[in-house]
T-cell receptor
Framework: NAGVTQTPKFQVLKTGQSMTLQCAQD?????MYWYRQDPGMGLRLIYYSASEGTTDKGEVPNGYNVSRLNKREFSLRLESAAPSQTSVYFC?????????????FGPGTRLLVL | KQEVTQIPAALSVPEGENLVLNCSFTDSAIYNLQWFRQDPGKGLTSLLL?????REQTSGRLNASLDKSSGRSTLYIAASQPGDSATYLC??????????FGSGTRLSIRP
C-alpha cells in the first residue's frame, strides 16, 4: 500500500502562474484534507472533503480551489500564484487502518513562488 | 469557530526531566484530539489519539489527557531523552470532520 501520495514533490512558479497539486490515497478513507505549513508554524487547513462529492473551506481558503475527483483523489489548484503562497503543502486522509483511527499524511509538496 | 493554541511555543529542558506540553481549544464540541510529532523537514507522526469520551491515553513514556469541558489537553513526557527533540502538534477534530491544528511546541532536550 502506497498510503497517501502527492505530486509533485517540489515546484517553482512565477507570480501569476497556475498549477494543480495532486493527492491520491489507497486507504479507502472518506475524509481528505489539504494543509499548508509555513516555516516555524503549525499546519493551517485550506480545504477539506468529508466524503466523495463534498468539499468545505478551512481556515485559509483564499487563492485556492479544490476538486474531490473520486474517493481516491483530492486536488488543490492555485489559479494565480502569489509569493505569499510559498509553503509546504500536505495532503492527509482520516480513517481507520489496522484498528486505529488517525490522520495519515502525504510526504508534502514544497512550493516556491517567485 | 474552533481555535487551537499551544503553549509554550518553545521549550528547552535537560535530559531526564519530566515535562508537560499544553493544548487548548475554544469549542468543546470535539470528536477527538490527536498529538503528533514532527522532526525538522519531515512529515507528521501520530503519537496518541484521545476520543471525546476518554480522559487519557498512554503509549510508553507518553501520556495524553483530555478535559473537554475546560478545552484543554496535555501531553506528558516522562524521563525525556535527546531523541524526543522535535515539534509537537495537537489537532482537534470536530463532528463535521474538520481537523484544526495548533501552532506547535518546539521541544529541545539538552544532553
Amino acid at each position: 500500500n502506497a498510503g497517501v501520495t502527492q505530486t509533485p514533490k517540489f515546484q517553482v512558479l512565477k507570480t501569476g502562474q497556475s498549477m494543480t497539486l495532486q493527492c491520491a490515497q489507497d486507504m479507502n478513507h472518506n475524509s481528505m484534507y489539504w494543509y499548508r505549513q509555513d516555516p516555524g508554524m503549525g499546519l493551517r487547513l485550506i480545504y477539506y472533503s468529508a466524503s466523495e462529492g463534498t468539499t468545505d473551506k478551512g481556515e485559509v481558503p483564499n487563492g485556492y480551489n479544490v476538486s474531490r475527483l473520486n474517493k481516491r483523489e483530492f486536488s488543490l489548484r492555485l489559479e494565480s500564484a502569489a509569493p505569499s503562497q510559498t509553503s509546504v503543502y500536505f495532503c492527509a486522509t482520516y480513517g481507520l487502518a489496522g484498528g486505529t483511527e488517525t490522520q495519515y499524511f502525504g510526504p508534502g509538496t514544497r512550493l516556491l513562488v517567485l | 469557530k474552533q481555535e487551537v493554541t499551544q503553549i509554550p511555543a518553545a521549550l528547552s529542558v535537560p535530559e531526564g526531566e519530566n515535562l508537560v506540553l499544553n493544548c487548548s481549544f475554544t469549542d468543546s464540541a470535539i470528536y477527538n484530539l490527536q498529538w503528533f510529532r514532527q522532526d525538522p523537514g519531515k512529515g507528521l507522526t501520530s503519537l496518541l489519539l484521545i476520543q471525546s469520551s476518554q480522559r487519557e491515553q498512554t503509549s510508553g513514556r507518553l501520556n495524553a489527557s483530555l478535559d473537554k469541558s475546560s478545552g484543554r489537553s496535555t501531553l506528558y513526557i516522562a524521563a525525556s531523552q535527546p531523541g524526543d527533540s522535535a515539534t509537537y502538534l495537537c489537532a482537534v477534530r470536530g463532528s463535521a470532520s474538520k481537523i484544526i491544528f495548533g501552532s506547535g511546541t518546539r521541544l529541545s532536550i539538552r544532553p
